[in-house]
């Protein structure tokens, strides 16, 4: 019981330091869920971390990430997967070194459908660091927001069903996370620029992104009617309005939201629910 209350302090430290957008959902959930979502987010943004390092070659990375989705899609072997990032380790923040140690923090029932995911989503980040993030179509678009977002709605799904049978259709649980990542492809584009990488379709303006976006969040709208458990409604319904309010403060010509302003937000939010 001690080591895994000292687990969930750190699970929900590194958490914070690692996404406190997210952190303020995932701290609203009852006591299960939180264990439960906090792993899986965790287990994901480590591998997340992998895909993005500025400082690794291509091949390096590739070899990474599909050995980490191997050791995924099995009983989770910590010792490999240290051994593994053990050349990069230092190069690595603290959510990517204790992969293993969000997994034993999971739930051991729904454990293995947390793998799963996180198997899927690092083997298709391989992919396209192979491509070298090439999108040239909308079906790329798509693809690519799949691994690395829709995935994460998938995921969550399966988590409210393990929960409370919550039944949800996972095309409107894929759109919630392609969303959340249009918004945040534009909010970057620059910053995605200056390090050699571009998200939009070839031909796309600005505008497009937007019109993508929207309708995704529409869906994500359609995603929400069917969440009953008002826990389960209040996480989502954070980092959806997020990203509503996000992409109206970039209509406007903002960088981003402030803190302020995000924090008005999620208060809004919780007491409308």
């Excluded at 693809?143 to 929960?163: C, H, P, R």
């Excluded at 403060?249 to 803190?259: C, D, H, N, V």
């Amino acid at each position: 019981m001690g080591n895994q209350s000292k687990l969930q302090k750190e699970a929900m430290r590194v958490l914070k330091e690692t996404s406190r957008t997210f952190y303020i959902p995932i701290n609203s959930l009852v006591p299960v869920l939180k264990k439960t979502v906090a792993s899986a987010y965790l287990c994901m943004r480590a591998i997340d971390e992998i895909e993005d390092h500025e400082g690794l070659a291509p091949e390096p990375k590739e070899h990474l990430l599909r050995e980490t989705s191997k050791l995924l899609s099995q009983r989770f072997d910590r010792q490999a997967y240290e051994s593994l990032i053990e050349p990069y380790a230092s190069d690595f923040p603290e959510v990517t070194r204790r992969l293993g140690d969000w997994i034993a923090f999971c739930p051991q029932e729904i454990r293995e459908k947390v793998q799963e995911s996180t198997s899927i989503m690092a083997q298709g980040m391989a992919d396209w660091v192979k491509k070298n993030w090439n999108i040239n179509t909308e079906d790329d678009l798509d693809n690519y927001t799949y691994y690395v977002a829709g995935l994460v709605g998938v995921m969550l799904s399966d988590i409210w069903e393990w929960y409370n049978g919550t039944s949800t259709d996972r095309d409107l649980a894929i759109a919630f996370g392609r969303g959340l990542q249009s918004v945040n492809i534009l909010r970057n584009q620059e910053e995605d620029y200056e390090r050699g990488v571009e998200f939009f379709p070839e031909h796309w303006s600005r505008e497009d992104m937007f019109q993508y976006a929207r309708r995704n969040l529409r869906l994500a709208d359609d995603y929400m009617k069917e969440l009953h458990t008002r826990n389960i409604r209040l996480f989502c319904k954070i980092p959806l309005v997020l990203a509503k309010r996000t992409l109206k403060a970039l209509e406007r010509g903002q960088e981003k939201m402030t803190r302020t302003e995000v924090e008005a937000a999620v208060e809004q939010v919780k007491s409308e629910s």
